[in-house]
Antibody, heavy 119, light 107 residues
Framework: EVQLLESGGGLVQPGGSLRLSCAAS????????MSWVRQAPGKGLEWVSG????????YYADSVKGRFTISRDSSKNTLYVQMNSLRVDDTAVYYC????????????WGQGTMVTVSS | DIQMTQSPSSLSASVGDRVTITCRAS??????LAWYQQKPGKVPELLIY???TLQSGVPSRFSGSGSGTDFTLTISSLRPEDVATYYC?????????FGPGTKVDLK
């Protein structure tokens, strides 16, 4: 079964750092485009960062550029996002999602992990 | 960057009604348009990709159409389990922007 499982969320102070993980099972993560999507409490979906399906390119939303870094470990079949200089408005549920790939969109989503930035 | 808009922002409809949601891109995106359903407290799920292709397992009462800048999601006969927020998303190139969402509830 194809699954994504996020971890690493929690409470962090403004200016702090956090690294989220997304463990994939049932497929080889490194051969797919992958993304992080977040949803602030009561708000809509916001795409945050992604890897191309070739794995050669990374992309970031303007709101996180220079603060977030996406990476992956093929040996662990795991996607990461390192989040630095966190702000109160980074508070959200963070989802990892498979996509886009070969004409398809974000077809598999994890359950999400909550990040709260507060003093 | 290309902006995505949706209308209406919310709607109320009765069981059995035909429901139509519109999504507009600020520039042409060919058919690289997806629709997602997010039920309250749940994870988003892919309904339609490539503007009109139904994701496996999605009921046939859902359909999508459009190309370029204007797209439509239609629920042919609303069921209680369709109460959710629906998002469109462009995925032609990064940033893979979502629309603001359309909340659908029962009248």
């Amino acid at each position: 079964e194809v699954q994504l499982l996020e971890s690493g969320g929690g409470l962090v102070q403004p200016g702090g750092s956090l690294r989220l993980s997304c463990a994939a099972s049932g497929f080889t993560l490194s051969t797919y485009g992958m993304s992080w999507v977040r949803q602030a409490p009561g708000k809509g979906l916001e795409w945050v960062s992604g890897f191309s399906n070739s794995g050669s390119k990374t992309y970031y939303a303007d709101s996180v550029k220079g603060r977030f870094t996406i990476s992956r470990d093929s040996s662990k079949n795991t996607l990461y996002v390192q989040m630095n200089s966190l702000r109160v408005d980074d508070t959200a549920v963070y989802y990892c999602a498979r996509g886009p790939n070969r004409g398809n969109a974000f077809d598999v989503w994890g359950q999400g992990t909550m990040v709260t930035v507060s003093s | 960057d290309i902006q995505m808009t949706q209308s209406p922002s919310s709607l109320s409809a009765s069981v059995g009604d035909r429901v139509t949601i519109t999504c507009r891109a600020s520039q042409g995106i060919s058919d690289y348009l997806a629709w997602y359903q997010q039920k309250p407290g749940k994870v988003p799920e892919l309904l339609i990709y490539a503007a009109s292709t139904l994701q496996s397992g999605v009921p046939s009462r859902f359909s999508g159409s459009g190309s370029g800048t204007d797209f439509t999601l239609t629920i042919s006969s609303l069921r209680p389990e369709d109460v959710a927020t629906y998002y469109c998303q462009k995925y032609y190139s990064a940033p893979f922007t979502f629309g603001p969402g359309t909340k659908v509830d029962l009248k």
